[in-house]
């Protein structure tokens, strides 16, 4: 992943820093200890760390910005997979709470169907016409 170029510079100083900041900014550093710092990118770049700071402050500053942008993008994606498994959590709890209620609503109509049942045998009607209907189940049960 190349953030800044390196088709405009010719110093080759500069191409260093510049490669040491995309190195640095992809994760994939050579010589540091991979850490977004102007310290870290001295190492990376293999320079003494008064160059950024006093001669190329132009890349100094280009690289603080690239970091802070780096960083609010994974803020960003860190709250989105958060979330993701967030609901993915509360989706399988409704999912559970679901099957739960289905089994209590099988409960339920068999028991009301049982006593649909004795209240015809009591009162002597026809056990067909007092016989509860269930309503069908779901073609696809949950997962």
Known sequence: MTVLPLDDEHDPVRREILA??????AGT????????????????????????????????????EAVVRAEAKRAASSKVADAYE?????????RQHVRHLESRLEIYATALNRLALEHAALSGRDADAARVRT?????????
């Open 86 to 94: 967030d609901l993915k959590r509360e989706n399988a709890d409704l």
């Open 20 to 25: 040491a900041i995309n190195r640095l900014l």
């Open 29 to 64: 550093p050579h010589r540091s200890n991979g850490r977004l710092n102007v310290t870290q990118l001295a190492i990376e770049a293999d320079l003494k760390r008064w160059h950024l700071t006093h001669q190329h402050t132009d890349l100094k500053d280009r690289f603080q």
């Open 135 to 143: 309503l069908p189940r779901r073609r696809r049960p949950l997962p």
